[in-house]
């Protein structure tokens, strides 16, 4: 990695995280708050998703766990709100490298894996909803105790800095994953499985490999979740709600690319937010604005938001190429 | 060149007149024309926050339709007489059937200066709006949430003017017990069928341990999940178990699929005995399919069928057009209780609005409770009432205190 790839993720991170000293505004910092937990399950999502290219329809089971693994272990055991974000993250990597054993070890690719971790994260919503150490239905409740210590804060400016350095976090990460040769290990696999296996690519280690930081991010988004809204049930954290979010938000940013889910996180709820202010008394609004954004983003903008300015920026120096070549010709 | 010099030419006015002005007009307006002044008064902005789009937008919608009729009576009434006839002003908040939208809309509301905020619906969005209301001492009156839970965290600024879970199963199956008995013991077994979610399971656990010890036996308990698109294979069962009784604890779709089927099969169990149920006493259910819904009972959150100002409610409900459903009464009720709590605080202070409501006697609502007491935010008169559909209507038939009509149970 060079300084060029970390420049700019630095300078984002600390414009960000300047933010919360110009506004104090506790709705936008809710509001920020809640996007960046989603942004950073989508930076899960876009690790094997977008670089590895094998889609998931269930991320819902990794958030999900992280989300009760934390409160079942502050509730039952006692254990601090902290350590129980490090083993859930743990826990969300076993549970993705297992589900990812399964399915990729059966050479299930394309819609069959996505059927399947949709399965998966439908199976663990049932299990969560019926079994009584999850609080069965009813949920589980963290309980209220402001305390650095607990992982609760009494200002939402410092959970927002906590969430935010977690999302910078995994775009160093990304960033890492994309120059490394475990990177290109794994955009080999998404290209063409078997062209990379042939170059002695083991496409099993590598996708395992993926799903299961991508599990442990994600875990580590549903863990936050359950910190800041300290309430989960298995809808919560095992819906399909959760599972469309993590892939929406990638998929409008730009599928593969560093900065994707956070800008794809921020646009889809930032003008679903804007639409609710400025068409006030209208309810669903800003749904109608989310399903729009979402048309036009998979009609014009295959390669995401990101992938939609590149173009645009190719266009515009191209161009000036033909521009310059025009001038040329008309020289010679 | 002076700078007073100038000012005073250019405005020719000297201090001494624009003081002698200022004191006239204040003496004008507070001995000439009082009404001006209190029109002045500020308006009390209550929060109303209830999930008016995503999957409970119907119970949403009524929810704020009983919100909005309160806040139109306190207002056409004079408004708030303690803070000098003050409006109170509606803030709305959509709270998309998710708790994450119900905290964004509570941290809204707290921006835009409510000092209290009423709803919720569902436990969930109740849990996570009243969380974050605490964070800024903002009363917070849960509408209908029954999750026991809601009340056991000790938030001093949450409160429940309705019945929670333990209280409405407890009251249910002692009524169940009662009207049984009035009718010599006609149901011996029963099938249960529930929703898998918080309260249908939950629910069901209860039932499990606790009708056995009443002397009915349980033939079967059948889940399902939500949403369920048929429940033909539920009714199948039903019928080859022939119970005397059948219990389903689920949502409005459900319910009414579930009645429907049975209907449609031609299973006639000698009673239908819903627990909160999601459609058994909704109007929308008895107009939409009349034949299904006869005879259903349903022990829930109801208003006083006595109460002339519910029966005037009702009516102003149905003239508009819409179906009544408890969300109605509970939440005009809610609104009401929290508007006589600002009079006797005699601001709109959050804490002496919670002081307030902490010393409530209300019997101005409408709601089968009596006067309002609240114990740590549980109101404990709260109790739900048994409702049966005869006919068009939904009539209350049980306590005999306030029953309409008597109970047509077993079901002819």
């Known amino acids: ?267 889809l709820h930032g003008l679903g937010e804007l639409a609710k202010q400025f068409a006030g008394r209208i309810p669903g609004i800003d749904l109608i604005v989310f399903g729009s954004v979402l048309v036009l983003a998979v009609a014009f903008a295959r390669g995401g938001i990101l992938g939609l300015l590149e173009r645009l920026r190719d266009r515009g120096r191209g161009m000036m190429t033909r521009g310059a070549k025009e001038v040329s010709h008309a020289g010679r | 060149m002076g700078r007073s010099v100038q000012d005073s030419a250019l405005f020719g006015v000297s201090r001494r007149t624009v003081l002698k002005a200022g004191a006239a007009a204040a003496a004008f307006a507070t001995v000439g024309a009082p009404s001006i002044l209190r029109a002045q008064t500020p308006a009390v902005k209550i929060g109303i926050l209830q999930p008016v789009t995503g999957a409970l937008a119907h119970d949403g919608d009524l929810g704020r339709l009983g919100a909005e009729m309160a806040i139109n009576e306190i207002n056409a009434a004079g408004g708030l007489k303690a803070l000098g006839g003050a409006k109170i002003e509606m803030v709305f908040g959509d709270a998309r059937s998710t708790p994450e939208a119900g905290t964004q809309e509570v941290e809204r509301m707290q921006a835009e200066g409510v000092c209290a905020i009423v709803g919720g619906f569902a436990s969930p969005i109740c849990l996570a709006a009243s969380q974050a209301a605490a964070r800024y001492d903002l009363p917070y009156l849960v509408d209908v949430g029954v999750s026991d839970q809601i009340m056991a965290r000790g938030l001093t600024n949450t409160f429940r003017f309705s019945p929670g879970f333990g209280k409405v199963t407890q009251v249910a199956l002692d009524n169940l017990t009662k009207i049984n008995e009035l009718a010599g013991k006609p149901a011996k077994t029963v099938v249960l069928v529930h929703e898998d979610g918080l309260f249908g399971s939950g629910l069901a656990k209860l039932l499990q341990t606790e009708l056995p010890k009443r002397g009915f036996e349980i033939l079967e308990t059948i889940a399902h999940p939500t949403p369920a698109r048929d429940m033909s294979n539920v009714a199948l069962r039903i019928r080859s178990l022939n119970p005397d009784l059948v ?106 609005i919670i002081e307030a409501l902490n010393s409530s006697t209300f019997e101005g609502h409408i709601m089968p409770y009596g006067p309002t007491k609240f114990v740590n935010g549980q109101n404990e008169g709260a109790t739900p009432i048994n409702t049966q559909i005869q006919g068009e209507d939904i009539k209350v038939i049980f306590p005999e205190y306030f029953a309409e009509a008597k109970a047509n149970f077993p079901a002819t």
């Open chain 1, 1 to 267: 990695m060079t300084a060029r790839d970390l420049i700019p993720i630095v300078v984002l991170a600390v414009l960000a995280a300047l933010l919360p000293l110009v506004v104090t505004s506790s709705p936008v910092m809710n509001f920020l708050v809640f996007t960046l937990i989603v942004a950073l399950g989508a930076q899960g999502w876009n690790i094997l998703g977008g670089f590895g290219g094998q889609f998931s329809f269930g991320h819902a089971a990794f958030f999900g766990t992280g989300a009760y693994v934390t409160a079942i272990l502050q509730l039952r055991y006692g254990v601090n709100a902290w350590a129980g974000l490090l083993v859930a993250m743990a826990a969300g990597a076993a549970v993705a490298w297992t589900i990812g054993f399964l399915s990729f070890r059966s050479g299930l690719r394309g819609s069959y894996f996505a059927l399947v971790t949709l399965a998966f994260a439908e199976v663990f919503r049932i299990l969560a909803n019926a079994a009584s150490f999850t609080g069965g239905a009813a949920g589980l409740l963290i309980k209220l105790d402001v305390h650095p210590a607990n992982l609760q804060f009494a200002d939402r400016a410092v959970f927002y800095w906590l969430v935010l350095a977690f999302v910078t976090g995994v775009l160093l990460l990304t960033r890492w994953i994309q120059r490394s040769r475990f990177g290109a290990q794994l955009v080999a696999v998404r290209e063409n499985e078997d062209a990379a296996k042939a170059l002695g690519v083991d496409s099993l280690k590598v996708k395992l490999r993926a799903i299961a930081l991508s599990g442990a991010v994600t875990a580590l988004s549903g863990c936050l979740y359950a910190q800041y809204f300290l309430y989960i049930d298995a809808h919560i954290a095992y819906g399909s709600w959760i599972s469309v979010e993590l892939l929406l938000a990638p998929i409008i940013g730009g599928v593969g690319t560093v900065f994707g889910p956070v800008v794809g996180a921020l646009t």
């Open chain 2, 247 to 352: 219990i389903p604890s689920n949502y409005y779709g459900e319910f009414v699929l579930l009645a429907r089927t049975m209907q449609q099969q031609r299973i006639k169990p000698k009673g239908v005995y819903a627990v909160l149920g999601g459609a058994a006493s909704n109007g929308r259910f008895v107009k939409e399919f009349p034949q299904a819904a006869q005879n259903v009972i349903d022990c829930n959150h109801w208003h006083d069928p006595q109460n002339p100002q519910a029966q005037a409610l009702r009516k102003a409900v149905e003239a508009q057009g819409k179906s009544f459903a408890y969300n109605v009464p509970l939440n005009y009720s809610n609104v009401l209780l929290l508007a006589d709590a600002i009079e006797r605080a005699g601001s709109a202070d959050r804490k002496k």
